[in-house]
Nanobody, 124 residues
Framework: QLQLVESGGGLVHPGGSLRLSCAYSYSGFTYYTIGWFRQAPGKEREGVSCITSNGGRTNYADSVKGRFTISRDNAKNTVYLQMNSLTPEDTAVYYC?????????????????WGQGTQVTVSS
């Protein structure tokens, strides 16, 4: 089992920053990848970033590269997504998810465990 809970969403002005947290609990897994995804109203869910359980390999969508940073705190079983230079196009429900592999891919077809999501709204 692997459970995930997102937090840290909210309302922010364009150009501002937010840090999302994904707290996870797990049992029986050695290799896994934690990813962030987002879905805006009327749009398909898209991969944002991911980080592997060991080694810390990361991957980013082109749309967020240079603005978002994913990191982890193994002692707290938490993965973070630092989001800077936010624009209204970043408005979406953000989900964290886990794939039971070490691929480090943001292909959502690989992810089998999902959190409930946290709303991020970027507006003036």
């Amino acid at each position: 089992q692997l459970q995930l809970v997102e937090s840290g969403g909210g309302l922010v002005h364009p150009g501002g920053s937010l840090r999302l947290s994904c707290a996870y609990s797990y049992s029986g897994f050695t290799y896994y990848t934690i990813g962030w995804f987002r879905q805006a109203p009327g749009k398909e869910r898209e991969g944002v970033s991911c980080i592997t359980s060991n080694g810390g390999r990361t991957n980013y969508a082109d749309s967020v590269k240079g603005r978002f940073t994913i990191s982890r705190d193994n002692a707290k079983n938490t993965v973070y997504l630092q989001m800077n230079s936010l624009t209204p196009e970043d408005t979406a429900v953000y989900y964290c998810a886990a794939s039971i592999d070490y691929s480090g891919s943001i292909d959502q077809r690989r992810y089998v465990y999902w959190g409930q999501g946290t709303q991020v709204t970027v507006s003036s």
